[in-house]
């Protein structure tokens, strides 16, 4: 193997401990004792991956790391001597391809995880299907083609988040029909609606999707029911896939049930990227759905060059869901084979001004029924929550959604 890898550490002998056993594996490494150092000697060598501890002096390796995604994809493991839950959700929020508890993985692990990351970082998408599925070139869309490659294969619960429309479900299909569950029954379950009779579902694999709308008795049957499954080796019962709509390392706050749910998914979760957040993907995107969606309908179609630019211009809010309905209307009105920027640009108009009055609607509609709840209980926030058929936290961030007075009793 070879390659320049930066090792940053501002403990000397441990750095020059993983520094010598790079080097003995073929690498060529460059050492620094703190941030500020690293981020000059990244910036003068350019190296083919990055190991730094998460907590130092000067610049931590969480401002190291964003100051190198600025300006370059390269591979960087971190590590730290005080993992947790919420460490790895960090670090891998900010782009890290790695994060190790140092404690838990000795100098020989550390050197195949920078070997793998070389490598990877070399290779060709994983997965032909994937690369059809999830359309895109950017950092963001290689490492969520790459996360579900690798969790694919296992049988441990994964957990997909992401903002409305940005393609949780298709993550999950993905997940299922590429790994270990292919050919089986995949059962999806409305966490809203959650009841006793769907205990058990006979099922190889089972999507929990909106699983921060679950109460805090069906939070704690599923977290018992993924440490059962774990002490297993996940052997038995239906894998377990969740969704959730917000970004993972927030969801789940407040009593113990619920950060012992959050932790037993977050082990394993995988965040999608807004549709604002790669707009060089767009035109792409847009290309394949409107192949997809021409196929569907019967009609051969593409976009213009200044309707593909118009599209990645837009913010997006509804994300790619908003981007496939605005595209199925697009096909649909026009009379030739090129969709034109002015066409995409009035139907977007008309799709926005329906949703305003849409959300409007269902906000007004969700105070009422938040309100009625309320009195109903007397303020009780167990008993509303049971009415609504949301957890406690969820009533309590209605609460402050709509800036309903309540008691907060319960």
């Known amino acids: 193997m070879s390659g320049t890898v930066l090792v940053v550490d501002d403990q000397a002998r441990p750095r020059r401990a993983l520094a010598a056993e790079l080097e003995d594996a073929g690498f060529t490494v460059v050492q620094a004792a703190d941030g500020d150092e690293a981020w000059k000697q990244f910036c003068d060598r350019t190296p083919d991956a990055v190991v730094t501890d998460m907590v130092m002096p000067k ?9 190198i995604r600025s300006r370059s994809d390269v591979p960087v493991i971190l590590f730290t001597a005080r993992g947790s839950v919420q460490s790895a959700a960090s670090a891998f929020k900010a782009g890290a391809d790695e994060f190790v508890s140092s404690p838990d993985v000795g100098v020989e692990e550390l050197v195949r995880l920078v070997a793998e990351a070389v490598g990877g970082s070399r290779a060709s998408p994983s997965s032909p299907e994937l690369a059809s599925e999830l359309v895109g070139s950017s950092r963001a869309i290689s490492r969520l083609r790459d996360r579900i490659a690798g969790l694919a294969p296992l049988r441990t619960p994964v957990l997909v988040s992401g903002e409305a429309g940005t393609g949780r479900d298709a993550v999950v299909r993905a997940l299922y029909e590429l790994g270990s569950t292919a050919g089986g029954k995949l059962v999806r379950v409305d966490a809203r609606t959650f009841s006793a009779e ?31 499954a774990e002490s297993s080796g996940f052997r038995d019962g239906p894998r377990i896939f969740a969704s959730t709509t917000g970004p993972a390392p927030v969801i789940l706050p407040g009593e113990a049930v619920y950060q012992e749910l959050r932790g037993a998914l977050l082990r394993f979760a995988i965040e999608l990227p807004p549709l ?15 192949k997809r969606i021409g196929a569907k309908v019967g009609r051969t179609a593409r976009l213009s060059p200044s309707a593909r630019e118009y599209l990645r211009c837009q913010p997006w809010p509804g994300n790619v869901a908003q981007l496939e309905r605005v595209l199925e209307r697009a096909i649909a009105f026009s009379r030739g084979r090129q969709i034109r920027r002015d066409v995409v640009k ?9 949703l305003a009055s849409i959300r409007e609607q269902h906000r007004a509609h969700e105070r009422i029924e938040l309100i009625r709840a309320i009195q109903e209980t007397g303020g009780n926030i167990t008993r509303t929550a049971e009415i609504l058929g949301r957890s406690r936290s969820a009533v309590y961030r209605l609460i402050e959604k709509h800036g309903v007075a309540t008691s907060g009793r319960g």
């Open 59 to 67: 610049r931590d390796g969480l401002d190291l790391l964003g100051k």
């Open 198 to 228: 769907q205990k058990t579902p006979d099922c190889s694999a089972l999507y929990l999707d909106g699983v921060e709308q679950l109460s805090a008795e069906w939070q704690s049957y599923w977290a018992n029911r993924i440490a059962a």
């Open 276 to 290: 604002r957040t790669i707009p060089d993907d767009i035109p792409a995107i847009a290309d394949a759905l409107v």
């Open 346 to 354: 009035e139907i977007l108009g008309e799709l926005e001004e329906s």
